[in-house]
T-cell receptor, first 115, second 115 residues
Framework: DTGVSQNPRHKITKRGQNVTFRCDPI?????LYWYRQTLGQGPEFLTY??????LEKSRLLSDRFSAERPKGSFSTLEIQRTEQGDSAMYLCASRGGWGRGLEAFFGQGTRLTVV | KQEVTQIPAALSVPEGENLVLNCSFT??????LQWFRQDPGKGLTSLLL?????REQTSGRLNASLDKSSGRSTLYIAASQPGDSATYLC??????????????FGKGTKLSVIP
């Protein structure tokens, strides 16, 4: 297993367009997270899946954002009607085990630029 | 609401020097603390995970300590090398509530090791 994989690595889109990102977690990990990071800031939590269930969503996740994890495997994050303020690095992380103690592993991120 | 602060924001040291990065958090009721490294434009690489019941963890030239009661952690890097140049991020997972599903990050310390 090569770790958490995110695609695409970079995305440039025009304002108002829809974009979709994909995350493939480490295969045995049942927990999956999406974070957003802007320049000079630490990552901010967006949403959390345990298996296929979306258990938590941040207030940062406006109605234009939607995330899915069908069958508890890969996950997608879609942003509709993109705005310039959506420009950021979108990071996916996964974690295994039944407790909360195990470490989280992050992917390389998808950098979104809205022009 | 949990808040994580990292001081200093940036640090420049000559190669070979030992150094300490600091992390503080406002709510001491944490489950664990994780240190990450981030290279420019890249994702996060996990360095060390400390459970709340532990005082320190070591990996190679890295040593992380945790003083849960005072809300502090330090990352000690011995014999620094130019390849250590990166941003170092500290993140905590709360014991309960909404913060128990996610990591709360600091803004990071940008380290430059000068050859």
């Amino acid at each position: 297993d090569t770790g958490v994989s995110q695609n695409p690595r970079h995305k440039i889109t025009k304002r108002g367009q829809n974009v979709t990102f994909r995350c493939d977690p480490i295969s045995e990990h049942n927990r999956l997270y999406w974070y957003r990071q802007t320049l000079g800031q630490g990552p901010e939590f967006l949403t959390y899946f345990q298996n296929e269930a979306q258990l938590e969503k941040s207030r940062l996740l406006s109605d234009r954002f939607s995330a899915e994890r069908p069958k508890g495997s890969f996950s997608t994050l879609e942003i509709q009607r993109t705005e310039q303020g959506d420009s950021a690095m979108y990071l996916c992380a996964s974690r295994g085990g039944w407790g909360r103690g195990l470490e989280a592993f992050f992917g390389q991120g998808t950098r979104l630029t809205v022009v | 609401k949990q808040e994580v602060t990292q001081i200093p924001a940036a640090l420049s040291v000559p190669e070979g020097e030992n150094l300490v990065l600091n992390c503080s958090f406002t709510d001491s009721a944490i489950y664990n603390l994780q240190w990450f490294r981030q290279d420019p434009g890249k994702g996060l690489t996990s360095l060390l995970l400390i459970q709340s019941s532990q005082r320190e963890q070591t990996s190679g030239r890295l040593n992380a300590s945790l003083d849960k009661s005072s809300g502090r952690s330090t990352l000690y890097i011995a014999a620094s090398q130019p390849g250590d140049s990166a941003t170092y991020l500290c993140a905590v997972r709360d014991e309960s509530g909404a913060g128990s599903y996610q990591l709360t990050f600091g803004k990071g310390t940008k380290l430059s090791v000068i050859p």
